[in-house]
């Protein structure tokens, strides 16, 4: 059975910090695509970040510089550093999986999903 469980979200002012993490079960964690998405009430899901199989990154031009997406085979775990976090980072953020081996980090593209982690950044 897939499952994506996320944690790690929380409340933080403005310039803090927070990781998320994706523990998924049910793939073979280093074939997959994986990423981050987020959603903010009365906004459509967007892709935040997202990694391939081979490591290859890809980031929203909102997030670059300041988010990092990176995985952990060993562990078998995703993480998502939000440093320099601003209030319109402030969304339920979403771990998702892909079986393709590469991605634009679009939605339509992932078809398993976590339960979300909800950010809020206060100014």
């Known amino acids: 059975q897939v499952q994506l469980v996320e944690s790690g979200g929380g409340s933080v002012q403005a310039g803090g910090s927070l990781r998320l993490s994706c523990a998924p079960s049910?793939?073979?964690?280093?074939?997959?695509?994986m990423g981050w998405f987020r959603q903010a009430p009365g906004k459509e899901r967007e892709g935040v970040a997202c990694?391939?199989?081979?490591?290859?990154?890809r980031y929203a031009a909102s997030v670059k510089d300041r988010f990092a997406i990176s995985q952990d085979n060993a562990k078998k775990t995703l993480y998502l550093q939000m440093n320099s976090l601003k209030p319109e980072d402030s969304a339920m953020y979403y771990c998702?999986?892909?079986?393709?081996?590469?991605?634009?980090?679009?939605?339509?593209?992932?078809?398993?999903w976590g339960q979300g982690t909800q950010v809020t950044v206060s100014a």
């Open positions: 049910g793939f073979t964690f280093s074939t997959i695509t």
């Open positions: 998702a999986a892909s079986r393709g081996s590469w991605s634009l980090c679009l939605v339509h593209e992932y078809t398993y």
């Open positions: 990694i391939n199989s081979y490591g290859g990154t």
